[in-house]
């Protein structure tokens, strides 16, 4: 079942903050964010497994509450390059083979 | 490192006829994978090959669609015939993994073939 990501668009001045969050219905085994930018391919960002381990990007922050089956992606003091679409993919515990369900994107917007 | 190779970058037929992508994954990487973006939307997963064998493939539209990956390295995914609706955005991924459950291994995406059809 398809994630629900909010908002669905952000518009930010550079340097301020935003939270994207990410929400199933399902237990979830780990969360993935990805950015895309118009024309371009996604760019990972980070993962975030049950247990709590990370990898990913030194600049963002992201956290997993595996009991509400939520992420959130924290983007702090925006930069221009911040601007894209952001996608999280979520895999479901119990699940047999790595297989990642996409949300529908928050579109992110950092202007001068 | 080079990456996910694909090409044709874009591609315009009409509808009914037949269509080719094909994508060149990181070397090394045991996992592909075959997405579909409509426009606005997040990929949706069509195919995952793990070397040369599917693993999943329960949401690729068999009567029209088709993929291979032969001999464990780069893979074609076709289209025939194809209808307005296909219309997307293809892109093909690939991991490390072998595509076991709890995975670790990022997925890494090619710049994706844009398939218009009229």
């Known amino acids: 079942q398809q994630p629900v990501q909010s908002p669905q668009a952000v518009i930010l001045r550079e340097g301020e903050d935003a939270v994207i969050n990410c929400s199933s219905s399902k237990a979830l085994y780990s969360v993935h964010w990805y950015r895309q930018k118009h024309g371009e391919a996604p760019v990972f960002l980070m993962i975030l497994l049950k247990g709590g381990e990370q990898k990913g990007h030194e600049k963002i922050s992201a956290s997993f509450n595996e009991k509400k089956q939520q992420s959130s992606l924290y983007l702090t003091a925006s930069q221009l390059s911040y601007s894209g679409t952001y996608f999280c993919g979520t895999e479901d515990s119990g699940g047999s083979n790595y297989k990642l369900t996409f949300g529908k994107g928050t579109l992110l917007t950092v202007n001068p | 490192e080079a990456g996910v190779a694909q090409s044709p970058r874009y591609k315009i037929i009409e509808k009914r006829q037949s269509v080719a992508f094909w994508c060149n994954p990181i070397?090394?990487?045991?996992?592909l994978y075959w997405y579909q973006q409509i426009l606005g939307q997040g990929p949706k997963l069509l195919i995952q090959f793990q070397n040369n064998g599917v693993v999943d493939d329960s949401q690729l539209p068999k009567d029209r669609f088709s993929a291979e990956r032969l001999k464990g390295v780069d893979s074609t995914l076709k289209i025939q015939p194809a209808k307005l609706e296909d219309s997307a955005v293809y892109l093909c991924?690939?991991?490390?993994?072998?595509?076991?459950?709890?995975?670790?291994?990022?997925?890494?995406f090619g710049p994706g073939t844009r398939l218009t059809v009229l």
């Open positions: 070397s090394g990487h045991a996992t």
């Open positions: 991924a690939s991991s490390l993994d072998k595509g076991t459950s709890g995975a670790k291994d990022t997925q890494y």
